[in-house]
């Protein structure tokens, strides 16, 4: 043997037990408590990697250091073509013997993984893991470095049970108004409602975010299924009944009241000069 046996310890499992208390603990003293959040993939798409179905259904509280001492790293806050983009970052560390034990179903920080970050009440996506930010010491990486940019809600289903996330989905989700007719009772926002004979075979299920009883109004989001006219919209959790008022009509006068900002009009007169609408192809001979 080459190496000096009471000096390098890298295969000493006692040394090395020891370094991964002490960064748990160090961690522990100094650090501060996210919410990590595992994406759940729904239908992913194998060619350009994106997953247009995915959700987020568990949230794990975990103890994390902050290495960003002195504020957000990334581009910032810079005005664009798309108005104002907020491009911050952050840097966490945590102690990888701590989040296998913690976090399920997850034997590393995983990339498009959510950590709420309580200082500020804002969420953040990872988007690269460093496993080797520590290069091992004593034999093994106790650490990952978790860089994360903040976080932009683009549809996911949030059924967290963290009221940071979940609000994303009621704030910023796309949402359907539907007017209601005859019923009584209040739906509770948050609830699963449905129409069809019960949940299981349901047509059509969504979550309510906003009730009005006053006009008989309810707001839903995360719609499954088809919304069917003068059927009843039943709540789960409130049991709720009412009658979904089919959409009233729309007369031709409003379809075609003039707009005096639009110049949608100008433009098809023009069109009219180059384009036969009569045609079924207009741009060929046939």
């Known amino acids: 043997m080459t190496l000096n046996p009471y000096f390098n310890n890298y295969s000493s499992s006692a040394e090395q037990t020891l370094r991964d208390d002490l960064v748990v603990e160090s961690i ?29 259904a568990n949230n794990y509280p975990i103890e994390m250091y902050v290495k960003n001492f002195d504020g957000f790293s990334g581009e910032g806050d810079f005005l664009s073509k798309f108005g104002l983009q907020i ?3 952050i840097i966490f560390t945590v102690s990888s013997t701590r989040f296998v034990a913690e976090i399920t179903g997850r034997t590393r920080p995983l990339e498009g993984d959510l950590i709420v970050f309580p200082l500020t009440n804002t969420a953040f996506e990872i988007t690269f893991v460093e496993e080797e930010a520590v290069f091992y010491s004593h034999g093994i990486t106790n650490t990952y470095d978790i860089t994360c940019e903040l976080f932009e809600y683009s549809s996911e289903r949030m059924i967290t049970g963290n009221t940071i996330i979940d609000s994303l989905q009621s704030d910023k989700a796309y949402s359907v108004v539907l007017t209601m007719d005859s019923g009584s009772g209040d739906y509770t926002v948050g609830e699963t409602i449905y129409q069809g004979a019960n949940l299981e075979t349901a047509t059509m299920t969504a979550k309510a975010v906003e009730w009005s009883l006053a006009n008989t109004e309810l707001e839903i989001v995360d719609i499954t299924g088809t919304i069917t006219d003068n059927t009843d919209v039943i709540g ?7 009658k979904y008022l089919a959409e009233v009509s729309v007369s031709e006068d409003e379809l ?18 180059y384009i036969d609408s009569d045609e079924e192809n207009p741009f060929g001979e046939f």
């Open 28 to 56: 522990k003293m100094k650090g501060v408590e996210c919410v990590y959040i595992p994406r759940i993939a729904g239908n992913e798409d194998d060619v350009f990697g994106e997953d247009v179905l995915s959700s987020f």
């Open 87 to 89: 491009r911050d970052q």
């Open 236 to 242: 789960v959790t409130s049991e709720v009944t009412y």
């Open 256 to 273: 075609t009241m003039e707009n005096i900002f639009a110049d949608n009009l100008d433009l098809e007169q023009i069109a009219d000069d």
